[in-house]
Nanobody, 114 residues
C-alpha cells in the first residue's frame, strides 16, 4: 500500500507561518500530481494546492498569495509553505498523489489561534 508521509503541522498564531512536508515513494512521486487538501470540522475536504510533475501549480482561492506549493524531485518531497495564516486556515491538511487514482496521506493538524 502506498504511503505518503506528512510532517510539519502544529499550532501557530494568526499571521504566522508553517511549512508542511510530504514524502512519497519515488515511483509515485515521479508520475503523480502532488497536492494538499484540507478539511475543517463539519466541512467538506477542499483543495489547497496542486503541483504537476512538470511544476505547474494550482491554488484554492482562499490561499492564493499566501501559500506556496513546491516539490523537490531529488527528495521525493512536496512542500506547502503557509504564510499569513488565519484562524480559518485551521484544519487537518492531507497530502495527495493523483494520477488514475488518488492516494491520501494520514493528515496533519494545523491550528491557527491566538
Amino acid at each position: 500500500q502506498v504511503q505518503l508521509v506528512e510532517s510539519g503541522g502544529g499550532s501557530v498564531q494568526p499571521g504566522g507561518s508553517l511549512r508542511l512536508s510530504c514524502t512519497a515513494p519515488g515511483n509515485i512521486f515521479r508520475l503523480y500530481t502532488m497536492g494538499w487538501y484540507r478539511q475543517a470540522p463539519g466541512e467538506q475536504r477542499e483543495l489547497v494546492a496542486l503541483i504537476t510533475t512538470v511544476g505547474s501549480t494550482n491554488y484554492g482561492d482562499s490561499v492564493k498569495g499566501r501559500f506556496t506549493i513546491s516539490r523537490d524531485n531529488a527528495k521525493n518531497t512536496v512542500y506547502l509553505q503557509m504564510n499569513s495564516l488565519k484562524p480559518e486556515d485551521t484544519a487537518v491538511y492531507y497530502c495527495s498523489a493523483a494520477r488514475l487514482e488518488v492516494v491520501w496521506g494520514q493528515g496533519t493538524q494545523v491550528t491557527v489561534s491566538s
